[in-house]
T-cell receptor, first 114, second 113 residues
Framework: DSGVTQTPKHLITATGQRVTLRCSPRSGDLSVYWYQQSLDQGLQFLIQYYNGEERAKGNILERFSAQQFPDLHSELNLSSLELGDSALYFC?????????????FGEGSRLTVL | KNQVEQSPQSLIILEGKNCTLQCNYTVSPFSNLRWYKQDTGRGPVSLTIMTFSENTKSNGRYTATLDADTKQSSLHITASQLSDSASYICVVRPHQAGTALIFGKGTTLSVSS
């Protein structure tokens, strides 16, 4: 158990809809990262937050947005969903702002868009 | 372009045998190189983290090596077990601040009895 909690574990929705994925980092970790893993693809970095502020941005679509709240949990919002958005979405946390430290991953949220 | 390439894409070995997974990268300069194990449908779990100045690091039956001159890393698994069946992912952290980790696509290892 990494200590990172993601909900929901599974989500099935239709094209055009909007969903919110939630992540609670390990106790004491200030950084939260979001990754997308499509079938047979490597993990793609979406966005990073550190202590409530956006720290780094990867290949995140404009239809996607995220935020980190004062209690350090984070939410990833996916809107106008397309079939290609079906993937595993992972959250990871670390104590540090840069990627120099250990990353602890949650178990992921599997999104299926029909 | 910064890339991380892993080989083989997949591998099947018998329980008890050893195996070596390869990682070639073009990221330069870099701060550290990591190996993760990802069970099917689960989150990746860190096996080793090596800085650019380290040559080898072990974690139980897992030993990672790094050759910064040739930009190659390998993960050696000794006396494989059925529970080693998973995807093994090589990840490189570029030195440039604010640059995200670069993930390889992974090697899928299947250990059979």
């Amino acid at each position: 158990d990494s200590g990172v909690t993601q909900t929901p574990k599974h989500l099935i929705t239709a094209t055009g809809q909007r969903v919110t994925l939630r992540c609670s980092p390990r106790s004491g970790d200030l950084s939260v990262y979001w990754y997308q893993q499509s079938l047979d693809q490597g993990l793609q970095f979406l966005i990073q937050y550190y202590n409530g502020e956006e720290r780094a941005k990867g290949n995140i679509l404009e239809r996607f947005s995220a935020q980190q709240f004062p209690d350090l949990h984070s939410e990833l919002n996916l809107s106008s969903l397309e079939l290609g958005d079906s993937a595993l979405y992972f959250c990871a946390s670390s104590t540090q702002s840069g990627d120099t430290g250990e990353l602890f991953f949650g178990e992921g949220s599997r999104l299926t868009v029909l | 372009k910064n890339q991380v390439e892993q080989s083989p894409q997949s591998l099947i070995i018998l329980e008890g045998k050893n195996c070596t997974l390869q990682c070639n990268y073009t990221v330069s300069p870099f701060s550290n190189l990591r190996w993760y194990k990802q069970d099917t449908g689960r989150g990746p779990v860190s096996l080793t983290i090596m800085t650019f100045s380290e040559n080898t690091k072990s974690n139980g039956r897992y030993t990672a090596t790094l050759d910064a001159d040739t930009k190659q890393s390998s993960l050696h698994i000794t006396a494989s077990q059925l529970s080693d069946s998973a995807s093994y992912i090589c990840v490189v952290r570029p030195h440039q601040a604010g640059t995200a980790l670069i993930f390889g696509k992974g090697t899928t290892l299947s250990v059979s009895s």
